[in-house]
């Protein structure tokens, strides 16, 4: 059993900075942010692999976020650099306890345990 719980969101002005931060409790394969912003699909926006660190970004958030893992606070953080109104979302971690060559890490149908979100909005 997985729990993830976030916070950190918050409503700032373009061009600002958030870091959101994710407590992850269990063992997991990988964690990942999503996001989804009102009549939108959920989207993949950054993933961490627990067993080396290994990153990847969606390309709309290349070189403007970075996600981190500390391992001594059992969290997974996402800092956001240069926000957009178009980053305006419901943003969510997610956990996927092992391996499945079906989904690729930007697809929600492959984590197994989801937080409740954090709100971002980003005014222009």
């Known amino acids: 059993q997985v729990q993830l719980v976030e916070s950190g969101g918050d409503s700032v002005q373009a061009g600002g900075s958030l870091r959101l931060s994710c407590v992850v409790s269990g063992s997991t394969y990988r964690v990942a942010w999503f996001r989804q912003a009102p009549g939108k699909e959920r989207e993949g926006v950054a993933v961490?692999?627990?067993?080396?660190?290994?990153?990847d970004y969606a390309d709309s958030v290349k070189d403007r976020f970075t996600i981190s893992l500390d391992i001594a606070k059992s969290t997974v953080d996402l800092r956001m650099n240069s926000l957009k109104p178009e980053d305006t979302a419901m943003y969510y971690c997610?956990?996927?306890?092992?391996?499945?060559?079906?989904?690729?890490?930007?697809?929600?149908?492959?984590?197994?345990?989801w937080g409740q979100g954090t709100q971002v909005t980003v005014s222009s």
């Open positions: 961490i692999y627990a067993g080396g660190g290994g990153t």
């Open positions: 997610a956990a996927q306890v092992q391996y499945d060559i079906r989904y690729g890490w930007y697809m929600s149908e492959g984590y197994n345990y």
